[in-house]
């Protein structure tokens, strides 16, 4: 019976593990315990992560760089903005062409009026 509680408990450990958010500084420090010459399972074990996600982390930083541990989360943001932008440079220019097409309406109804 303790055996069963011992495995609930780890399994519980490893979920919390799973889950648990790393800010973009505990991230850039364990990776750059590990590139300093520590061991990876020990730092990983050490701030509750697993020894794979360390060395995601390891191989993110060396292709990209601090940015490139960013959460997703902030990613999606940063694609929000930069979509909102792109949006509202949109609506102006399609504003601004509704507008010339009511101009060009108008001009031509005036001509036609003037025209005998």
Same mark, same amino acid.
């Given at each position: 019976?303790?055996?069963?509680?011992?495995?609930?408990?780890?399994?519980?450990? &490893?979920? /919390?593990? /799973?889950?648990?958010?790393? &800010?973009?500084?505990?991230?850039?420090?364990?990776?750059?315990?590990?590139?300093?010459?520590?061991?990876?399972? &020990?730092?990983?074990?050490? +701030?509750?992560?697993?020894?794979?996600?360390?060395?995601?982390?390891?191989?993110?930083f060396v292709?990209?760089?601090?940015?490139? $541990?960013?959460?997703? /989360?902030?990613?999606?943001?940063?694609?929000?903005?930069? $979509?909102?932008?792109? $949006?509202?440079? +949109?609506?102006?220019?399609?504003? $601004?062409?509704?507008a010339l097409v009511l101009?060009?309406?108008?001009?031509?109804?005036?001509?036609?009026?003037?025209?005998?």
């Amino acid at each position: 019976m303790t055996s069963e509680n011992e495995k609930s408990v780890s399994s519980s450990e &490893s979920a /919390r593990q /799973r889950y648990r958010h790393f &800010s973009l500084d505990e991230k850039s420090k364990a990776v750059m315990r590990v590139l300093k010459g520590e061991q990876a399972y &020990s730092v990983a074990q050490e +701030i509750g992560v697993s020894e794979n996600r360390l060395e995601r982390w390891h191989a993110q930083f060396v292709s990209g760089g601090r940015d490139a $541990l960013q959460p997703k /989360r902030d990613q999606g943001n940063r694609l929000y903005r930069k $979509l909102n932008e792109n $949006l509202q440079q +949109i609506w102006q220019w399609v504003l $601004l062409l509704v507008a010339l097409v009511l101009v060009v309406m108008a001009g031509l109804r005036f001509l036609n009026r003037m025209s005998p």
